[in-house]
């Protein structure tokens, strides 16, 4: 009998022991990234964001990544290969990569996968993504001051919402403070292709613009107007302070870092859900650069009073009255944009030229 | 001093020594760049020529991969290498392989959502005439104007990229889509899906279809007369000229067959492993196989062994990037010295190397 309870003892602090054992093992992350870590942009700050995972866990997480990794069939392969690798939570970084990773996370009901700017969950599949539109209307409001030829030139990626909602934004607020304002938009159909996205801004240049947007993650951009003098650029997903205080005056930068963390942590917790979130500039997910000199003080103080409105949530970048390119009213006087039509924009504002391509 | 001597007939020996030297000399000197970035050599080399085959976490799922990333470089390269074998330079097998996809697409696409059993093989016959249209613009404007095939036709993949990001984000997009660019996903398309022909091999129709090409092109190369004309065209223009073989002909054909079964790989891969037209599915396939060709020395068996070895290669390289931690770029610097290895190696096919030591010269 005695010997039975020892037995029953020794059974049970085993299986205590494995359990702390289970919890003192770390946290595998992953991360899948569209392009390399040195792209000085989106890939940048998503990695700047898993190494400060590493520094919140220290030894409680490890994380991996792949670079690089084209959209399409290898990215099955490349999340698969993470996932079987042993990762708890995988974190995918590009749009295209959503079908993908729904079919994996089907293969892999344990692992908990974060979808960013996708649409599609699964209960183990989790979207976010920023309001970057609220960045690109302070870039707005800063370039329709600025410019000086009143053409601003804008670098567009793919025909997506989140594109156009960004192309929109910057419009109404440089339409807003200078009603002469001419946008031309160049399609570059890539996140990161230095030599194209530079060829794209030279044109826009030589067509010009003295202002240069751009929704391609490389710096190219922003030597091709330091090369050419007299334009202004903005720093995009990171805040590329090497070309600070000209061209770039200021930028939108995306810190992934505290909703990484908070996302792992859920992870350790047994915490996590399947949720969809959208934060902006009141959560810090989107950041707005230091504004420099280069801009004249009253511009600086009304961009940084925008910023603290759309912070406060007092102000909403598409409030009415705005009608649609073809003349149609979208919103009425007064009226804001809902969620959903954002997310699914896919129509120019009044005033802008040109066709979204289809 | 060392001379160089001009062998009077390439050197069979070193036709089939010098990709496994190449191989070697990769191995050495990629596994010098690798302990140069920190990783321990002996273990990245395993990581990516070992473990896709053998290791017992990954290999269950990486090696039917193997046959899903060489199934269309092989499709593609098979049908290169009867041009290159007769002169003819078809440097936009990419263009040939995105038309196939968007026509073969676009035709399934016509009848959605029909479970009709013909959709998959009219999608088929779509994509094999979607690839050999566009490779016949070349081929044509060639025959009739002495244009110049590799300008044409590399110059037609941007177009063929540009019409693919128009129906991407017009024509093909789908309409459930919420606005994205993008079709719909044909693996959820049951009557249309290029599933896996036998569970967990890889093996779906695109690498069938890869392996019939082999075949048939051994047979058309060392058996078949219209084989033999390709072959002399390469060899001795003048001497096919003077035994009857039509040039026009040769072009048209080559161009034809080397269009259509790049289209063929664009459908199977739209159809399996991309799932679907987007912006950016074709991940370079049609050029990759240019490599793949001339690796496998315009052989159909070569090609069938290079194409395995270049999708070891990826993902390999993947595994090593996810478990060594090494940076993406590193291992596309080691894909390329396997290139430049075989291109350095090749000399000694055609050359013999001589030694004089104090000879006089």
């Not at chain 1, 290898?74 to 042993?86: F, K, V």
């Not at chain 1, 992934?256 to 047994?270: E, F, K, L, N, T």
Request: aromatic content about 10%.
């Amino acid at each position: 009998m005695y010997r039975r309870t020892l037995l029953a003892g020794a059974a049970t602090l085993a299986l205590t022991a494995g359990a702390a054992f289970a919890q003192d093992d770390p946290v595998k992350a992953g991360f899948i990234y569209v392009g390399p870590i040195g792209d000085g942009g989106w890939t940048y700050e998503h990695n700047k964001a898993r190494l400060a995972v590493e520094e919140e866990f220290g030894d409680a997480v490890e994380t991996v990544y792949q670079e690089s990794v084209p959209e399409g069939a290898d990215a099955e392969r490349a999340i698969t290969q993470m996932a079987l690798s042993g990762a708890d939570i995988i974190f995918t970084t590009s749009f295209g990569y959503m079908d993908p990773t729904i079919a994996v996370a089907e293969k892999f009901p344990d692992v908990k996968f974060e979808h960013a700017t996708g649409y599609k969950r699964a209960d183990n599949v989790s979207t976010y993504s920023a309001r970057f539109y609220e960045g690109r209307a302070i870039q707005g409001h800063i370039a329709g001051s600025m410019t000086e030829t009143n053409k601003i030139g804008y670098i567009a990626s793919f025909p997506i919402p989140e594109v156009i909602r960004g192309i929109n934004s910057a419009y109404l607020h440089a339409k807003r403070v200078n009603p002469d304002v001419e946008f031309s938009i160049v399609w570059a159909y890539t996140w990161f292709d230095p030599a194209k996205e530079a060829d794209a801004a030279r044109a826009l240049i030589e067509n010009g613009a003295d202002v240069i947007l751009q929704h391609t993650d490389s710096t190219a951009p922003q030597a091709a107007a330091q090369e050419a003098g007299n334009v202004i650029t903005f720093g995009q997903a990171s805040d590329m302070s090497e070309f600070a205080p000209l061209p770039r005056v200021s930028s939108i930068i995306d810190d992934w870092a505290p909703y990484y963390i908070d996302r792992v942590q859920a992870v350790m917790d047994g915490t996590w859900e399947s949720q969809d979130v959208w934060h902006g500039i009141e959560e810090g997910m989107v950041g707005i650069g230091e504004i420099s000199d280069a801009v004249p003080e009253d511009v600086k103080a009304e961009a940084l009073e925008l910023k603290a409105q759309l912070a406060s949530g007092e102000y909403h970048p598409f409030t009415g009255p705005i009608n649609r390119q073809d003349g149609s009213v979208w919103l009425e006087e007064g009226e804001t944009a809902t969620d959903e039509t954002l997310l699914g924009m896919d129509f120019y504002v009044e005033g802008l030229t040109g066709d979204i391509p289809n | 001093m060392i001379r160089l001597e001009k062998r009077p007939q390439p050197s069979r020996t070193w036709t089939l020594a010098s990709p496994i030297l190449a191989v070697l000399l990769t191995m050495i000197v990629g596994g010098a760049l690798f302990a140069a970035l920190g990783a321990e050599p002996l273990t990245a080399i395993r990581t990516i020529f070992w473990d896709p085959l053998f290791n017992p976490q990954f290999a269950s799922y990486s090696r039917p991969q193997l046959l899903v990333k060489a199934g269309p470089l092989i499709l593609i390269a098979i049908g290169l290498s009867l041009g290159f074998r007769a002169g003819i330079w078809n440097i936009g097998a990419e263009g040939q392989y995105i038309m196939g996809a968007i026509c073969g697409a676009g035709a399934g696409l016509a009848f959605y959502p029909s479970d009709s059993a013909l959709i998959f093989p009219l999608m088929i016959l779509a994509g094999a005439l979607g690839g050999w249209a566009w490779a016949m613009i070349p081929a044509l404007l060639k025959v009739r104007f002495g244009t110049n095939e590799i300008l044409v036709s590399l110059m037609l993949v941007y177009v063929a990229e540009s019409i693919l990001a128009s129906v991407a984000s017009g024509l093909l997009r789908n309409p459930e889509g919420m606005g994205f660019p993008g079709s719909r996903n044909f693996r959820d398309w049951d009557a249309v899906a290029n599933t896996e022909i036998i569970a967990n091999t890889g093996m779906h129709f695109g690498v069938l279809t890869a392996f019939i090409a082999v075949i048939a092109a051994y047979v058309l190369l060392a058996r078949h007369i219209q084989g033999f004309n390709i072959r002399l065209s390469g060899e001795a223009p003048r001497a096919a000229r003077f035994s009857g073989v039509n040039p026009a002909a040769v072009i048209v054909f080559c161009l034809g067959i080397a269009g259509a079964l790049a289209g063929l790989a664009g459908l199977f891969e739209v159809t399996g492993p991309a799932g679907q037209i987007s912006i950016d599915f074709n991940s370079g396939y049609g050029f990759t196989a240019i490599i793949v060709a001339f690796l496998g020395r315009l052989h159909p068996v070569g090609i069938l062994l290079a194409g395995l070895l270049m999708a070891l290669t990826y993902i390999g390289g993947e595994l090593a990037q996810l478990m060594l931690g090494l940076p993406g770029a590193a291992i596309q610097l080691f894909q390329g010295m396997l290139l430049f290895f075989l291109l350095g190696v090749d000399v000694f096919t055609n050359y013999r190397v001589r030694l004089n030591l104090g000879a006089t010269a």
